[in-house]
């Protein structure tokens, strides 16, 4: 049965935002400054997201995540928080420098123009440097708070370029092995806009949404130019719901910054 033309017509419209993104490999190649080709890819990335996540969240470039602890991770090229926490930001005349608490943050994105072995492992490092202690208000309704909590911040690795798509597995799955990464730090999905992207089964299990498989979790899902040429529009939606799907666990929980005013008045 075929399935109603509005899908059809939002698969075009996501492959197109696709197609324009792969325009900015053509712009860094002529722009030989690589601290302004890193911001390129940043700032067209961004800009798509922006367009499109729920108001609820606040995106911003460059910038880090602390606890209650006092960890904090490496600089992330790209965060998404949520309405209910503060907005920690400082400017100068040249950029936007963010930061936020792990309880606020629903998603941390790792930008590559080109991903190779060495800038899979780079992202991994980056993301998996986020702390993972978390101290929120929690309430009865609320099944299985821990469960939940492990799903937030999505980490994502996104890449205009990259190695192809039978190469990045191996790779991906010998350095986790090889580091022993908990579960909860590891990247939730990685995506090479136009060829393909890896999505990581969550905690707890899940299904193929094309064959209804059932997916054992931490299992990475490959989804590839040979099994859609809109694969560029299937990311790209992908993408978009994680960070959905992360602000909406985020939303069930309260923030207490009184516990980080503990911490900061001496």
Known sequence: ???????????????????????????????????????????????????????????????????????????????????????????????????????????????????????????????????????????????????????IPQRVIFAYDGIDDKTILPHLLNYLNKKDYPLDVVPNLIIVNNSYFLSRTPIGGGYDLKTHKVLSENSYNLRSKTHSKYVGGEALLALLTHIQKAANIGSKFDIDYDLYRENIIF
């Open 1 to 151: 049965m075929p399935k109603p033309e509005i899908f059809r017509d939002l698969l075009d419209y996501f492959q197109a935002e696709a197609d324009q993104l792969s325009q900015v490999i053509k712009q860094t190649k002529i722009n030989k400054n690589k601290p302004d080709s890193g911001s390129l890819r940043e700032d067209k990335l961004l800009e798509f997201i922006n367009r499109h996540i729920p108001t609820r969240c606040n995106i911003s470039k460059g910038g880090f995540i602390f606890d209650l602890k006092g960890n904090h991770s490496k600089q992330i090229d790209l965060l998404i928080t949520g309405d209910a926490t503060l907005q920690f930001k400082t400017t100068n005349i040249k950029f936007t420098q963010s930061f936020n608490c792990i309880e606020g943050c629903y998603c941390a994105i790792s930008v590559k123009t080109r991903l190779t072995k060495e800038q899979l492992i780079d992202s991994i490092d980056n993301l998996a440097s986020i702390p993972t202690y978390k101290k929120l208000v929690t309430n009865s309704q609320i099944k299985k708070p821990k469960l939940l909590l492990r799903q």
